[in-house]
């Protein structure tokens, strides 16, 4: 082999060699005593997370993970989530052996069926279900229910309603009620009413229930109405729709609820406060 050939063979070797050299230099690190240690003699430094658990709302845990030892997610809570007021039970919730006969209290709240049932059978374990009639003298306080309100289970006083008058709507499988003073109400309709939300989207009312207080001018001589609308929408045409709350939903539609928004006069607003009441008796018939 010709004498120039070996020496160009020899220079690349040589700078292959000096390249491969640079290349372990930048992937070492130092030891102790300032030795470069290559990078395929290093031992592995991957970092043990502390071994702690994060309570989650819905009473379970979670863990430490991750590069930067982070605790994981918590699971989506349900603990409330209602459709409507039948998915909801009033549940003591706090560590009294023996339950308050005063469902006031901050203990007793609105959960839904499955979580009520998850923390009785929880007491029932640890110290059985004690009821509060069996307990000593205390101050009693049964008048408070749940109802579901904008899907969520709600804890609010009761109210007698026996002798309230009932509207029963058989198209749409639902009832509310409305006190005396809401007498001779007057109803009317609209299908298919098609509106802009804030965004200037469109969307599409399946029909509007239109219920207002038959008094239209006050005693001051101001005109004023009061009134509310429950508002039936598909799926689809529901989460375009804002600023309306919801009351309920079954297997065809979502019902929605929306106040008058016409100014009520002073005389009127005790009828204007009593709609919220109205609305809690909403409820299936089908």
């Known amino acids: 082999m010709p004498k120039k050939i070996l020496i160009i ?26 030795q470069i240690i290559p990078s395929f003699l290093k ?6 997370c502390t071994q702690e658990a ?44 023996c339950a308050p006969c005063d469902h006031s209290v901050s203990d007793y709240k609105c959960l839904s069926l499955d979580e009520a049932k998850k923390i009785q059978d929880e007491r029932r374990k640890k110290q059985g279900i004690i009821l509060c009639e069996m307990c000593l003298p205390q101050d009693r306080n049964f008048n408070y229910e749940c109802i579901c309100k904008a899907g969520i289970c709600e804890k609010t006083e009761k109210i007698d309603t026996s002798n309230w008058e009932s509207y029963r709507n058989e198209e749409y499988g639902f009832e ?21 939300n804030y965004d200037f989207q469109k969307y599409k009312e ?23 609308s ?22 065809l539609y979502i019902f929605g609820f929306y106040p008058s928004n016409a ?11 009593e709609i919220n009441q109205i609305l809690s008796t909403f409820k299936f018939t089908k």
Do not use: M
Request: aromatic share 10%.
């Open 9 to 34: 063979i020899a220079f690349t070797v040589i700078i292959l060699l000096f390249g491969f050299n640079i290349y372990l230099f930048a992937k070492s690190g130092v030891g102790k005593s300032g």
């Open 43 to 48: 031992k592995s430094q991957s970092k043990a």
């Open 54 to 97: 994060k309570l989650c709302p819905d009473g379970s845990y979670v863990s430490r993970s991750g590069p930067n030892c982070e605790f994981t997610a918590c699971p989506a809570s349900v603990i409330n989530k209602c459709s409507q007021n039948s998915d909801c039970q009033l549940t003591y919730t706090g560590n009294a052996s």
């Open 176 to 196: 509310i009620k409305f006190p005396k003073t809401w007498n001779d109400y007057i109803i009317t309709e609209e299908k298919n009413r098609t509106r802009e």
């Open 206 to 228: 399946v029909t509007s229930l239109n219920f207002e207080h038959p008094k239209k001018i006050s005693s001051e001589g101001r005109p004023g109405e009061v009134g509310f």
């Open 230 to 251: 429950i508002i039936i929408f598909d799926e689809k045409n529901w989460k375009l729709a804002q600023g309306i709350g919801e009351i309920g939903r079954n297997n």
């Open 263 to 273: 100014a009520a006069p002073n005389d009127l607003l005790d009828r204007y406060n």
